[in-house]
């Protein structure tokens, strides 16, 4: 059974960075699989924020709103997700969720931008 952990859940001022860490286990071919991350804000539907292709293709994307200030990387060895978040704005704050091949999905970790 496939698992995701995330750690990361913090508060943090408007400028300031955070780095979100998702554990996965249960899985022999984590390094095959596309993994990325998703953002639910209060009252909001849940959106995309990044995702990393495989380890042949270790290709990027990011939803416009992160573009330049969030980067995401993996460690296959570890299999280890993570997202490195800098000059975060109040608008980034919500639930952070990992995610592994569409399928399955993290509990969540709480990101707070305070003003």
């Known amino acids: 059974q496939v698992q995701l952990v995330e750690s990361g859940c913090a508060l943090v001022q408007a400028g300031g960075s955070l780095r979100l860490s998702c554990v996965v286990t249960?899985?022999?071919?984590?390094?095959?699989?596309?993994v990325g991350w998703y953002r639910q804000a209060p009252g909001k539907q849940r959106e995309f924020v990044a995702d990393?292709?495989?380890?042949?293709?270790?290709?990027?994307a990011y939803a416009d709103s992160v573009k330049g200030r969030f980067n995401i990387s993996r460690d296959n060895a570890k299999k280890t997700l993570y997202l490195q978040m800098n000059s975060l704005k109040p608008e980034d704050k919500g639930v952070y969720y990992c995610?592994?091949?569409?399928?399955?999905w993290g509990q969540g970790t709480q990101v707070t931008v305070s003003s």
């Open positions: 990393i292709m495989s380890r042949s293709r270790p290709i990027t």
């Open positions: 995610n592994v091949a569409t399928q399955h």
């Open positions: 249960g899985s022999s071919s984590f390094s095959l699989l596309t």
